[in-house]
């Protein structure tokens, strides 16, 4: 990588980042917990207006939240446990889609409630997380191949239960908050504290990239010397090693030997200015309760202060202005676009994702 001539910028325009939604990837919803039995939640994903429930024997389902009568919101009508009724014409449907009251028919009319399907959505949960799977538009039904669900590696003593989930919604498309979080040099100006990293503190970093499934690894590391909030929670420097995939999901693994840390963050687009930005984190550091109100107002504080660097990034993005990628510290970013180009355009030629990825050194200040 550091042999190629050296490009000093890249124009932004040709990476492609004319906002387009992924499809054929599960997405992050909210927190397993959150989704009580008995209830429901309207949730808008890629502008699609979802209801989301558990029935009374604990399944989670999604539907699409219009009813597909005449549009209104099924998420403003009545759910009994079990079917959810619209509030306009009384409409009635089960977990998977299927119409099973029409109350304004005759037996002779049609339709009936057999003839009527509204959308389902698969959602799968898994480690405190629901997932739900957005495939081609209309079609989000379990005909397609699933692919699988991301994974956090286990923290041997706590498995999969997580200790905290954090939300922020970021008023940015999925790009910038996708790319703002992989972005490796505006540590030392947006995170700056005086606990664990002065301002402008900035030491050369020299990390190896490999190929992951649908992205790529930061390859096992020891954390740098600047990555004090780090060693302080953890009590040393730890092994990390982050793995970033399509759509928007980062993952990493940090351990001292002693103490592990897991963290998820997962992007979902809400519309093409919005995103929900999850961190799930997993972690056997003892202190129970007052670690956990500790890293909450810690984690919390970064998202806000990337949540906050990003809409700078978008006022400045609205006026159009011609930007750049820098080599090294950008790589990861003209990466991202590299590989969503080509998942839609595997998608497109029906054929099997190429990951374009390769192995790879490369070098920052930060
Ligand atoms: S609009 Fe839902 S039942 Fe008529
Ligand atoms: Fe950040």
Redesign the pocket.
Known sequence: MNESPPILTEPHGDTGTALTFLRGFWYYTMASHELVAGKTCAVVIMGEPILLGRTRDGAAFALSDTCPHRGTLLSRGSFDGQEVECPYHGWRFNSGGQCTAIPSQLPDQRPQPADIKTNCFPVHESQGNLWLYMGRPHLGRPQENLPTLPRVPEVPAVGDRFQLHLRRRFDCSIDLAIT??M?PA??AF??ASTVWRGHRDVLTKEKQFSPAPLGWRMDKHTASGNARAYRLFLGGAPETEITYSLPGVRIEHATTGRFTYCGLTACTPVDAQTTDVHHVMYWDVPGGGLTRALVRRVAGR?LG??AD?VADMRDGQAYDPETMLVQDADNQIRWYYRLKKEWQQSRKEDRPFKNPIETAVLRWRS
């Open positions: 703002g979080l972005d505006h540590g947006v995170h970064f202060q990337d660097a």
